[in-house]
């Protein structure tokens, strides 16, 4: 059965530092999707991509944040400038295959970030 | 954001019984609704969906249960199993908000033996 998967599922990081998520979503998908969840948390949304830009984004999607399709299968997460408070998991999700219901997600492992 | 409740944090059933999970929203935008199980350290996996339009939709031991009226659903699992316990999320998107998810906080459901 078509998965997303994600890597790393774990990445530890510096305060202040880049990283880069990356996603692999189901490969018929057109409707990509990054969430996250704090520690205690609800999952919550930050920020959709559908046709190569961004459809939606949360408050939190601010200009630290940035995706990125750089080629058909791939789908990355990129925070410029890391903060404690970015500390998180973060959930990576498709949806809309051919013929298939665009609202209905599925949602990859997970990548737990963690900034020192 | 409150807009998802999920008013128990924790349910403990008997294998094989009913498990009955709620879910109250707020935002009468939403028109498409989920439930997702989750393992730790995985991410959320989909269980089964309902449209606005409909009141009831069935797969398997799984049936979810829409009151448009009170801005209510539920998960109905029967029979429970040792396998079904796991964290379950409600979800809600709405197609003019770009059918973003909106989760609630979760319920934790222990299944005994």
């Known amino acids: 059965e078509p998965e997303v998967t994600q890597t790393p599922s774990h990445q530890v990081t510096q305060m202040g530092q880049e990283v880069i998520l990356r996603c692999v979503p189901i490969?018929?998908?057109?409707?990509f999707y990054w969430y996250r969840q704090i520690l205690g948390q609800k999952v919550e949304f930050l920020v959709s991509?559908?046709?190569?830009?961004?459809?939606?984004k949360s408050e939190i999607f601010d200009d630290q944040f940035s995706v990125e399709r750089p080629d058909g299968s791939n789908f990355t997460l990129k925070i410029r400038s890391t903060k404690l408070e970015d500390s998180a998991m973060y959930f990576c999700?498709?949806?809309?295959?051919?013929?298939?219901?665009?609202?209905?997600?599925?949602f990859g492992p997970g990548t737990r970030l963690t900034v020192l | 954001d409150q807009q998802v409740k999920q008013n128990s944090p924790s349910l403990s059933v008997q294998e094989g019984r009913i498990s009955i999970l709620n879910c109250d929203y707020t935002n009468s935008m939403f028109d498409y609704f989920l439930w997702y199980k989750k393992y730790p350290a995985e991410g959320p996996t989909f269980l089964i969906s309902?449209?606005?339009?409909?009141d009831k939709n069935e797969d398997g031991r799984f049936t979810v249960f829409l009151n448009k009226s009170a801005k209510h659903l539920s998960l109905h699992i029967v029979p429970s199993q040792p396998g079904d316990s796991a964290v379950y999320f409600c979800?809600?998107?709405?197609?003019?908000?770009?059918?973003?998810?909106?989760f609630g906080g979760g319920t934790r459901v222990l299944v005994k033996p």
């Open positions: 309902i449209s606005s339009i409909k």
């Open positions: 490969s018929n998908h057109l409707y």
């Open positions: 999700a498709s949806s809309g295959g051919a013929g298939g219901p665009i609202n209905t997600q599925y």
């Open positions: 979800a809600a998107s709405a197609e003019a908000a770009g059918n973003k998810l909106t």
């Open positions: 991509f559908y046709n190569n830009e961004i459809s939606e």
